[in-house]
């Protein structure tokens, strides 16, 4: 596509449900970044996805988080067991390792999650 | 590990006048990049510095990346309503493997 296309836009759940979160970079790129950002706040690194590479998981705030990226384009961020506290926005980034718009990241319009 | 650090946090302007927002590296920087979010938006690239003391202006932004490759600053001439936002840097090590962002500075300015 155009652009990183994050879905569903709008997600509310009940507290202890578990919600997946789907990104699609642009295509050919080949790495991938997950945020969360709270109201008002900076963006919180989540996971880092590189090609083939083993992702960089060292921003996940508990093991209640994962993520995966199948084939290298579509990711799904999963958070089992929600709580209010992972109330916010997750975006997207993807980026290309090579050409003028090398490392740029261009950033998908999140999911706003809401936990009741 | 490699920390980006931004400020101030936060900035309230009267329209017209100037700003400017610092960024400090814990490391040495292979570029810098800043991004801006807008009220309810996502971050969109701005600019890419890569070279020691480089300066790229865009209209009535300026932006300066450090001799040491350590930091950078965004300076807005004549702030405009329509400057409100966040500005985010970033920065991407000599090992080339991630892009680090910034906490942000949030620009508020007053009409």
Redesign the interface.
């Known amino acids: 596509g155009a652009g990183v296309s994050q879905s569903p836009s709008n997600k509310v759940t009940e507290k202890g449900k578990d919600v997946e979160l789907r990104c699609d970079p642009i295509s050919g790129h080949t790495a991938l970044y997950w945020y969360r950002q709270s109201l008002g706040q900076g963006l919180e690194f989540l996971i880092y996805f590189q090609g083939n590479s083993a992702p960089d998981k060292s921003g996940l705030p508990s093991d209640r988080f994962s993520a995966e990226r199948t084939g290298g384009s579509v990711s799904t961020l999963t958070i089992q067991r929600t709580q209010q506290e992972d109330s916010a926005v997750y975006l997207c980034a993807s980026s290309s390792r090579q050409g003028r718009a090398k490392n740029i990241q261009y950033f998908g319009a999140g999911t706003r999650l809401s936990v009741l | 590990?490699q920390q980006v650090m931004q400020i101030p946090q936060y900035q309230h302007v009267q329209e017209g006048e100037d700003f400017t927002t610092y960024c400090n590296s814990s490391t040495t920087l292979s570029?810098i990049?800043w991004?801006k979010q807008r009220p309810g938006?996502?971050?969109?690239?701005l600019i890419?510095l890569v070279k020691s003391g480089e300066v790229k202006k865009q209209k009535r932004l300026t932006f300066q990346f450090g001799e040491a490759k350590k930091n950078s600053s965004l300076h807005i001439t004549a702030t405009q309503t329509t400057d409100v936002g966040?500005y985010?840097c970033?920065g991407?090590n000599n090992a080339?493997?991630?892009?680090?962002?910034?906490?942000?500075t949030?620009l508020m300015v007053k009409p």
């Open positions: 590990g570029n990049q991004y938006g996502h971050p969109v690239f890419q966040t985010f970033a991407i080339g493997n991630m892009l680090t962002f910034g906490g942000g949030r």
